[in-house]
């Protein structure tokens, strides 16, 4: 009879350490090949988890396309997991109801444009954890040696910018390395950062939506700028088929290009070590603003875009603990946490004062890049969508800067998409 | 009643035929079919003429997606490339294939390799085929444009995949070489089957090697051949995959088929509505299924004439 009263003991004990344990929460989220945004998170859940010991998430890391057909399919049948990897772009989830509410987490400690970019109606859906700008990277060794001076502004104007290109050309090398391969906005950047510049913040955002007509004339001379640059040679031949992550090592490793276009998220994968895919040890690393505009309305204006955040699923039967978590991210620490490792903006607020590391000498070189810079909030085809937004990533992201077509169709095209 | 040998009744017959069992093992096969190829099908349709959304009933929109999708220029253009390619690719991969079946038909040297070589790109998937080909296509280092320059031809050089007039062939060629050696094979064994006094009569009659191909072996063949065009034709009809992963139907849509625009729709717009998907899917499974039954009903009309 002792025995068993200890047996029944023993289960119940057993089955009170189960319960205790038994809350499980899912995540499904990006960044599988960027292990230094991956470590970040998986530290956050393992902080999470020794503070809520009976709390556990099990994460499972994808690359962004397979992640959102994934998510589509899941969501549509009611089998997604509790919270996961989004872009405020997505509105297509907070329009059909998919999201949980986060009216309750910390938003103090967010910046209040970062809560913007993920209010739909009046209430927030995302945790803004990255936030980027659009940097011209470059190589302050070959710039040197092509005898191209980056001023203190850190701002060339635009014929310094061709006559770089041009002299990069003339040592057979590529002026800028970007590629289109795989995703649908990074040759974009080069004309949308332009076009705002040239347009200012307003007159920009009435051109994103369809209430500016691409035929106006700021518009067309803006288009052909960037045409010269393009006949130039500025980009690499191969850029209709370079992925992203080839355009990393294009630029700093094989073959080597003077600048590289690309978001401050440039880090997460070039700061890997070099047989990662990481740039060399002690590369020369410059950040310079996008070329100045003639002529432009706001040449101190710039893309800041919201990029990878956490949502939770509103299906979830775990709400508390999925709120709880994402909750954690909103701390001055952790914001701190994720500029000294990842080195990219952050959406959450930080005291910049406190930012040390190996690291903390480029982040102060990427500050200097947006000091006195007036934001736009997102890139086109995170406002733009259906027609216009494909019809800009195949014409504008794609083949205007391969040199397919010219000032006149992109203005045709972009102007017929909005009819 | 109609009596039966020995005695025993039709419907006795019928009596007795056990279909219980008879059900029993139909019934896996008939769920899996109404599961996985009725009940999709059937919900395509009905997806159509709906606007589908998650966590919301399906709105009843009639005919609108079927009027959007006449006026939708993109979908249009996808479907003249996705005919264009399932009417060009057919008939280039038949004829290389005849060639190098009826070359190792008379036994060339080394025809042992060549088959297994020429075979080869077939057992490849077309996640492979297309990742290899991107590399070939590449416009600095790749094959392609090594060999044209090491030919003295570089004006000829460009990036393949990058150009809008030359993407689509660049695509076709891809396709060519990937199942011109499967259709080998096919056109192969039709040839080994061939009566051999037939083309005895013909050697005897001073028939050369190109008469003897023209007037004895394709006539005996063509059924082989005309089966080899509709399930090219049917595939092509479909092809996504070599797309997705070389071009995702850029630059400027020449290489945009009906599949990859209809994912794009489903899953890359920022929406979720699964209905304008459905339709595109419809309207598609109608062009196709019209086509086959045109194309067979042609062939079978010719035979009629020449019998």
Redesign the interface.
């Known amino acids: 009879m002792k025995k068993v009263r200890l047996l029944l003991a023993a289960a119940a004990l057993a089955f009170a350490a189960s319960a205790v344990a038994q809350t499980k929460i899912t995540m499904w989220s990006h960044w599988a090949a960027e292990k230094i945004k991956r470590d970040y998170v998986e530290d956050a859940i393992k902080r999470f988890e020794a503070a809520n010991p009976g709390v556990k998430i099990e994460a499972s890391w994808y690359e962004k396309t397979a992640l959102?057909?994934a998510l589509?399919t899941a969501?549509?049948a009611g089998t997604a997991p509790d919270f996961f990897y989004a872009e405020p772009?997505?509105?297509?989830y907070m329009?059909?109801?998919?999201l949980l509410d986060l009216s309750s987490l910390n938003w103090a400690a967010i910046e209040p444009w970062a809560k913007e970019a993920w209010s739909y109606k009046g209430k927030p859906y995302g945790v803004p954890l990255e936030a980027w700008t659009v940097e011209v990277f470059f190589n302050r060794k070959t710039l040197g040696e092509l005898g191209v001076t980056v001023p203190a502004s850190l701002q060339l104007d635009s014929a310094a910018f061709l006559e770089l290109a041009k002299k990069a050309r003339g040592k057979n090398m590529t002026p800028m390395a970007l590629g289109v391969g795989d995703r649908p906005y990074p040759g974009a950047h080069l004309t949308h950062e332009a076009l705002l510049k040239k347009l200012g913040t307003q007159d920009y955002d009435n051109l994103l939506k369809g209430k500016l007509s691409w035929s106006d004339p700021r518009v067309v001379d803006t288009l052909r700028l960037v045409k010269t640059w393009v006949d130039a040679g500025l980009l690499?031949?191969?850029?209709?088929?370079l992925k992203l992550g080839e355009a990393h090592g294009y630029f700093h490793t094989n073959p080597g290009a003077a600048t590289f276009l690309n978001g401050s998220w440039y880090t997460s994968r070039a700061f890997n070590p070099p047989d990662k895919g990481g740039q060399p040890v002690n590369f020369p690393l410059g950040i310079m603003k996008f070329p100045a505009i003639p002529g432009a309305a706001c040449n101190e204006c710039r893309t800041i875009a919201v990029g990878g955040s956490y949502v939770g699923n509103?299906a979830t039967k775990q709400p508390k603990a999925v709120l709880a978590f994402l909750n954690s991210f909103a701390t001055p620490e952790m914001a701190n946490r994720w500029l000294e490792n990842v080195l990219v903006q952050t959406g959450i607020k930080a005291d910049h004062s406190k930012i040390s590391g190996p690291h903390a000498g480029y982040f102060k070189d990427l500050a200097a890049t947006s000091a006195g810079a007036k934001y736009y909030f997102g890139i086109p085809i995170q406002v733009m969508?259906?027609?216009p937004?494909?019809v800009f990533t195949?014409?504008v992201n794609?083949?205007f800067p391969?040199g397919?077509?010219g000032v006149d169709e992109v203005v045709k095209q972009m102007n017929a998409a909005y009819k | 009643m109609t009596g039966a040998p020995g005695g025993v009744s039709v419907r006795a017959g019928i009596e007795r035929q056990p279909w219980g069992a008879i059900g029993a093992f139909l019934l896996p096969a008939f769920t899996v079919y109404v599961a996985l190829t009725a009940y999709p099908v059937l919900r395509t349709f009905y997806n159509s003429f709906h606007r589908v959304l998650p966590r919301k009933g399906d709105e009843l929109v009639g005919l609108a997606n079927y009027a959007e999708l006449a006026r939708d220029e993109l979908f249009w253009r996808a479907v003249r490339n996705t005919i264009l390619w399932a009417c060009a690719s057919p008939l280039a991969e038949v004829t290389i294939a005849l060639l190098l079946a009826v070359a190792l038909y008379s036994r060339i040297p080394g025809m042992r390799f060549f088959r297994i070589a020429w075979f080869t790109p077939v057992l490849m998937s077309y996640i492979v085929v297309g990742i290899i080909w991107v590399w070939i296509y590449n416009y600095d280092w790749g094959a392609a444009n090594a060999l044209l320059r090491a030919l003295g031809l570089e004006g000829f050089a460009r990036a393949w995949l990058g150009d809008p007039k030359v993407a689509l062939p660049a695509l076709i060629f891809i396709t060519t070489w990937m199942w011109a050696g499967f259709n080998m094979v096919v056109l192969l064994a039709a040839l080994h089957s061939l009566p051999g006094e037939v083309i005895e009569a013909a050697e005897l009659d001073n028939c050369g090697w190109a008469g003897k191909l023209w007037f004895v072996i394709i006539p005996l063949i063509k059924p082989t051949i005309l089966n080899l065009l509709v399930l090219s034709f049917i595939g092509k009809m479909k092809i996504f995959d070599l797309v997705w992963i070389t071009t995702k139907g850029g630059p400027l849509w020449s290489t945009e088929t009906v599949s990859t625009y209809l994912y794009k729709r489903a899953f890359e717009w920022t929406t979720f509505d699964l209905g304008y998907p459905s339709t595109i899917a419809t309207v598609w499974f109608a062009i196709v299924l019209t086509a086959v039954l045109g194309l067979t009903w042609l062939f079978r009309q010719r035979e009629r004439l020449e019998y």
């Open positions: 959102y057909a589509k969501l549509r772009d997505q509105f297509e329009e059909n109801g998919l690499p031949t191969t850029f209709t088929s509103a969508q259906g027609k937004k494909e195949q014409v794609n083949a391969a397919t077509i």
